[in-house]
Structure formats: C-alpha cells, structure tokens
C-alpha cells in the first residue's frame, strides 16, 4: 500500500507544474496556437460524443438508411430571388398566340427566353404577379393607332414595376392559304389597329371586301389556317405564316414604313437606375384641386430642371370619375377627374429627377413611380419583326 502510494505521489505532477501547464493552455503565446487548442479540444470532445452516441444508438443491422444526398435540398434565398435579366431561364408571358408581334417583342426584350402566350393582357399581369411567369412584355403605345389604354389601366390596378422597353417595327403581310389569290377573297381579319393601318393600301390593291376585327394578328392567321378559309386573308406577320402554313400574298402593307409599337417589360421588383446610359420614367399621378392648375404646375417642375418629358396620357379617375364644382354665380358644374401618366427622360438616381417627385408631391393627391429604366436605344430595323 505505501509503495502503490509512493508511485502515484511520484506519478502525479508537483502544483507549480499543474499551475504552468494549466496556464499555457490558457493563455497560449498567440492566436494561431489559441485557435489551434480550441480545434483540438473540440475534436476530441466531438469524437467522444459521436462515440457515445454510436454506443447508445446504434441502428439495426437490417435499417437500410436513405443515403444524404438523396434527401431533398432546403429552398434557400437563390430559389426565390429574381431571375437574371437575360437567358434561356427566363419565362416571359405576352398577349397573344405564337406569331402575334408581342412574341417578337418578348424575343428582343429576352433573347432565348420561354415565351408563354396569354389571351388577355390581364393574364399576363396576373402570370407575373403569381410567380408563373418571371416578366410581362405589353404593348403601351403605337405610332399610329396611339395609346393602349387598357394597359395603361392595368399598370395601375398591378402592383408590378417597368424594368425596359422595346421598340419593334411592324411588318405587316397578307397571308391566305396556300393556291388562293386575291381575286378570291371576300373578306380580310385581322385586329382592330392591324386594318386601320393597312386601309389605304388594301384599298389601292383593289381589295374592296369586307373587313372584321379579330382579337388578335396572329390568331387571325391561325383561324384561317384552322378553319381552311379559302375566301378569307389575314394580317399578320410573316412569322405567323410560317407557323400556320399560309402564304403571303402581300409583304409590307402598312400605310406608313415609320409604324412602330413601344413595349414595357414588367416585373415583380424594380431595378436599380443608374447613370452610365440614359433612362427613361414613368409615374402617374393625380389631384383633388381645381383644373389645369396643378398640371400646369407639375409641367414647370420638369421643365425648371430642363427634363425632356416624351409622353403625357390621361385617363378617367376609376374610383371618382366626377367632380361637382360649386359656385354661388354660376351654380354647380360637373367636371371629369382624371389620372395622369408622364414619361420624363431622367434617371430616379439623379438628384434632378428626386427634386422634382418630391416638389410634385407637394400639390398632387396621389404619386406613384411606375418604374425607372434603360431607354431602348437600338436602331429601328423594318424588316426586324418579320424575321
């Protein structure tokens, strides 16, 4: 008992020894050798633990475990943030069916991009907003037919931002089934705005047959197609013929080459404006104040910081269409209110363009930035649309 005493007194360390030793790990000489002791103590207390763990939990023999990388992958901030500006990946709605000139715009706007044809233009809208497709490209404006005001109407209803805009030329053809000519013909379909713009050409080819609008340029196409309507034409794009196997009996039969439709590209989130190339803005805004006054006023808040505005539209006021003016000499008056919509070529990162929203807000009711974004500055191209 003494000897086996003696040997462990021996044994053990002297308490200077303990005291050095118990400081050393302590206060190592420097961070390295401090990170260096807190990676080993934790690997062997995790070595421990697993052990222990393996000990008291050990799975049957016969459990056939599913291995790790078959389970699925957690969703993770990439899943649900905006897809890139351009690629294959993205899903673009439009109005229309394929062939339709709002599928051309779509393929400029995003080359490559899965195209998704909607019938309405409110479908397009309501894609976007429920995550089934990532951008909306609608037309706003023609140069010859003027406003679309429903989408006008519906960028106020949404809650979705103006990210670009593509300019297309439109090329309009003739486009019947294969063998028949025009004497043939009896009548033409096509949109409302596509006949307006091929009148005076239709009419100096001789061509006095009847004409009815169709919702669609391209779905006129495939309705001849579908149906084997040998007495009737389309307007359409060339590009709907291919697709719909009908020939061209006319190319380039709108009334003016310089007739071109502007297309927004709308997402969910805006994008950041920038400096380095011009841009272009679009708000709308509107007053409870008497007449032209406060229009006149928001027209002297751009023009004072010399901001070009290049479109100016009105449209009713939905939920106050009519305002009662009242006056003891004359009696009471009925006025129209209206929303209105401006487009200023001015970048919401200058401080020009903060000054001058901020000064419109002061004496309007309502403001709201629809969106800031590259002007789409690419050269017109006729034939761009037909290819």
């Known amino acids: 008992m003494e000897t086996a005493a003696a040997a462990a007194a021996s044994a053990a360390p002297r308490p200077g020894q303990i005291r050095r030793s118990t400081a050393a790990r302590a206060t190592p000489s420097s961070r390295g050798d401090w990170q ?46 905006p897809a890139p500006m351009h690629g294959s990946q993205l899903r673009v709605a439009y109005q229309g069916v394929p062939g339709a000139y709002s599928e051309a715009a779509a393929a400029k706007a995003y080359p490559s991009c899965d195209a998704i044809p909607c019938d309405q233009f409110e479908v397009a809208f309501q894609a976007v907003e429920l995550w089934i497709a990532d951008r909306a490209v609608l037309p706003v404006e023609n140069s010859l037919g003027g406003s679309i005001h429903r989408n006008y109407d519906l960028l106020l209803r949404h809650r979705l931002h103006i990210v670009g805009e593509v300019q297309l030329p439109v090329h309009h053809c003739l486009l019947a089934l294969p063998g028949v000519c025009r004497e043939l013909l009896t009548r033409v379909i096509s949109h409302p705005q ?59 039969i709108q009334d003016d080459a310089g007739n071109v439709t502007r297309f927004m590209m709308l997402a969910r989130e805006p994008i950041i404006p920038r400096t380095d190339r011009p841009f272009k803005t679009s708000i709308v805004f509107a007053h409870d104040r008497e007449g032209t006054s406060v229009l006149f006023k928001v027209l002297s808040t751009f023009a004072f910081r010399d901001i070009s505005l290049t479109k100016i539209e009105s449209r009713p006021h939905r939920h106050r269409p009519i305002r009662l003016v009242d006056d003891a000499n004359v009696g009471t008056a009925k006025h129209f209110e209206y929303m209105f919509y401006i487009d200023f070529q001015a970048s919401m990162a200058e401080v020009r363009a903060q000054n001058a929203l901020a000064e419109i807000q002061e004496f309007t009711s309502f403001l709201r930035v629809l969106g800031s974004y590259p002007m789409d500055m690419t050269p017109w191209a006729t034939s761009s649309s037909s290819s």
Do not use: W
């Open 36 to 81: 260096t002791t807190c990676a080993a103590i934790l690997a062997t207390t995790n070595k421990s633990k697993s052990k222990s763990i393996k000990a008291d939990h050990a799975p049957p023999a016969e459990l056939d475990l599913l291995p790790v990388s078959n389970l699925p992958r957690p969703l993770s901030i990439s899943d649900l943030s």
């Open 194 to 252: 596509a006949l307006a713009q091929c009148e005076l050409t239709l009419n100096a080819m001789g061509l006095n047959v009847a004409r009815e609008a169709f919702d669609d340029t391209a779905a006129a196409a495939e309705h001849v197609a579908a149906a084997g309507l040998r007495d009737t034409a389309a307007i359409a794009s060339s590009r709907a013929g291919d697709l719909y196997g009908l020939q061209v009996l006319a190319d380039g």
